[in-house]
Structures are given as C-alpha cells and as structure tokens.
C-alpha cells in the first residue's frame, strides 16, 4: 500500500473541475492542497520534491487526450501513476445574485466549455457575446470579483460556491454523458494490485515499418488482454516518427501483464512504464482472471515437456 501524501499539486486555480475531481479523494482531500498554474507546474513539483503527488487531467471524453499531460509523461519526467479518477463533467451558468438571464449580454468561460454548451446558449442566449478566460474557474473568479450585471461564467458548482455566485441554469452542456479522466503522479512507487488495475505504457519502435502496431497490438491480443485506450503521438525527431501511448486492463504483477510487457521491451527500442494502478469504476475482471489462469495453466504443461529434455 503507498503511503499517504501530505502535499497534492493540482491544476489550478480553484475551482476547477481538477480540484472537484482532487477533492472526491478522502485521502487526497486530507492533504496539503497547492494549486498551480498550469500541468508543467504540478509535474514539476512532484519532480523537485516539494509535492508528494500531483494532479492532472488525461482525457476527456469529448474532447480526447490532454496533450501537455501526456506528452509531459511521455518525454518531459519520470512519474508513476498512482491512482485514476473520472468525474462526470456538469456545466453551470452563474452569475451576480439578482441577475437575469434577459440582462446576459456576455459569457466568460474556458473556450472549450463555451464549445461544449453551444447549443445551450444559442437556444437560451441568442447573440451574447463569448469571451474567453483561462479556465473555466478563473472566469468565474473574475466575475466574483469584478460583478457586472450583464456577464454570466460557465464553470463548476464549486466554483460558484467558492467566488460567491448564484446559479442561473444548471447542467447547460450539451452531452450529459461528458466525463474527465485525472491522474495522481507520483515520482516513485507501484500501488498493490487490487484485481480492477489498469497498467499504462508507452511503446516506441525501432523504425516506421509496415507491420509495426500490428506487431505490438499482437502482444496483446495472444494473450487475450484488452486495451482501454491506445494513442499515437509524435516522438518530435521527424516527419511519420511516432510513438504510442497505451492503457491496457491488468496489473505488473498480473503473470500474463509482466509476460507481455517483457516480450514487447526485447523487441521494441524502448517500452516506457507509467504506471499500474487502481482503475476507476467497477468494471468485471473474468477475463482478466480467466488469461492469467490459461497462462500458468500454459506454463505448467510447457515446464512439463521440457522436464523430459535430453
């Protein structure tokens, strides 16, 4: 079990969906809370030592990955991931108390928020006009402190609560279904497998060849182990040069995990490790359980064959 942290870096500023998601955590919640500016900074604090965790969000489910994460991971420092947390993504219009949705002229928010409650506003605030901030928290903290009864922020309920403002309309996104994926880092330690684990990769080739993926999704395949997610993302040395970023279900100490990652490195220029973990939600494992059973059971009867060698 990896011991509790006592200082958590996490994307600020307050109240963003980060410290929303951060704040689930019992555990995490407990800690000393250090906002940064941006995911540089968090995996910078973690690297000098002066958080025991950082964190980030990875992807998003409409939107996709968050690119400066992982590409921070992939190529910038050497941190394991720890845990992941996914929080539902609901979008709230808020504003000085006493405003009215007919006094709205202007709407302040993240510019990807904004795209993700287009049709809402188009439906409800025809012709206001869209401004963007830096976050979706700090477009409501300028609103807090600035109150202008013809400007409304898009951003979480904690924001509202945190920067003293009154909730216009409630969950305004578009897609209800919207969810964000975050990440603790850590620059040491292989949390215990728990039998729900995801295991995260980074697989880079010797050379662009016809085949390559094919070669690595093969790994997983003959062993029956499921990717959650696979990514490609340019290694910065050349034009058609990529590398591949790739979550897979399972564990380092799951035997068939440990077999596969160990035939994907001896073929492969390098295969970078970023963690194994306790995966988010409560997906069954049968299948999990059922390749490492086929695998040892695989193992018995090969080791018994070659006991009659020579």
Not at 208 to 216: A, E, T, W
Not at 278 to 291: D, I, S
Request: glycine share 8%; aromatic share 6%; hydrophobic share 45%.
């Amino acid at each position: 079990m990896t011991p509790p942290a006592s200082t958590v870096a996490f994307l600020g500023p307050n109240g963003t969906f980060t410290e929303e998601a951060l704040l689930s955590q019992e555990d995490y919640a407990a800690a000393s809370l250090v906002a940064c500016p941006t995911i540089g900074d968090v995996l910078d604090a973690v690297r000098r030592g002066t958080a025991d965790l950082g964190f980030v969000p990875i992807e998003n489910a409409i939107d996709g990955v968050v690119r400066d994460t992982l590409d921070a991971l992939i190529f910038d420092v050497d941190l394991l991931i720890h845990r992941e947390v996914v929080l539902d993504v609901r979008l709230h219009l808020m504003a000085p108390h006493g405003t009215s949705l007919a006094s709205i002229r202007r709407i302040v928010s993240y510019p990807v928020a904004l795209a993700q409650c287009r049709r809402f506003v188009a439906a409800t605030l025809p012709g206001v006009e869209a401004i963007a901030a830096n976050s979706t928290a700090d477009a409501a903290r300028m609103l807090g402190e600035h109150p202008d009864p013809h400007t409304a922020a898009i951003a979480p309920r904690l924001a509202a609560d945190l920067y003293g403002l009154a909730l216009l309309a409630e969950d305004v996104e578009d897609f209800t279904g919207n969810q964000t994926r975050f990440l603790a880092l850590a620059g040491a330690g292989i949390p215990a497998p728990t039998g729900h684990d995801r295991t995260s990769i980074v697989c880079f080739q010797h050379a662009d060849r016809p085949g390559s993926l094919h070669g690595i999704l093969g790994q997983f395949a003959a062993r029956n182990i499921n990717l959650t997610r696979l990514e490609s993302r340019p290694t910065k040395q050349g034009l058609g040069e990529y590398c591949f970023a790739i979550d897979l279900d399972g564990h380092l100490a799951d035997e068939v995990v440990a077999d596969c990652l160990r035939d994907l490195r001896a073929g492969l220029a390098e295969v970078k490790f970023l963690g194994s973990y306790p995966a988010a939600g409560a997906l069954a494992h049968e299948r999990r359980r059922e390749a490492n059973d086929a695998w040892r059971e695989a193992e018995r009867w090969l080791a018994g064959l070659r006991a009659q060698i020579g």
